[in-house]
């Protein structure tokens, strides 16, 4: 089994910053794709930013260039670097993680097994 614990979350106003951490904890050789999905209220959770053991990344259009998600397999941890924020970005946060590298490159929800409880992050304008 595979435990994810997020931190970091909060309230900022437009164009500040936040960095969410993840702690991986368990098997957590099965980890191969990491990465960070968010679901506004009424909304479909909706993929942000993963990366593979080998430190591929694949971000979403709307996060390109002001996300930056980064791991650090010594210390199991997972991290989103989240800059210049918008009130669009405001939702809760979720670290997952999924047995493929594959779902790095076509992430889907269906397909990441293991998730952490999520992190509320707030955006005013």
């Known amino acids: 089994q595979v435990q994810l614990v997020e931190s970091g979350g909060g309230s900022v106003q437009a164009g500040g910053s936040l960095r969410l951490s993840c702690v991986v904890s368990g098997y957590t050789y099965s980890t191969r794709c990491m990465g960070w999905f968010r679901q506004a209220p009424g909304k479909e959770r909706e993929g942000v930013a993963f990366?593979?053991?080998?430190?591929?990344?694949n971000y979403a259009d709307s996060v390109k260039g002001r996300f930056t998600i980064s791991r650090d397999n010594n210390k199991n941890t997972l991290s989103l670097q989240m800059n210049s924020l918008k009130p669009e970005d405001s939702a809760m946060y979720y670290c997952?993680?999924?047995?493929?590298?594959?779902?790095?490159?076509?992430?889907?929800?269906?397909?990441?097994?293991?998730w952490g409880q999520g992190t509320e992050v707030t955006v005013s304008s």
């Open positions: 997952a993680a999924a047995f493929s590298d594959y779902w790095c490159v076509s992430p889907a929800v269906a397909e990441f097994p293991f």
């Open positions: 990366i593979d053991n080998a430190a591929s990344t």
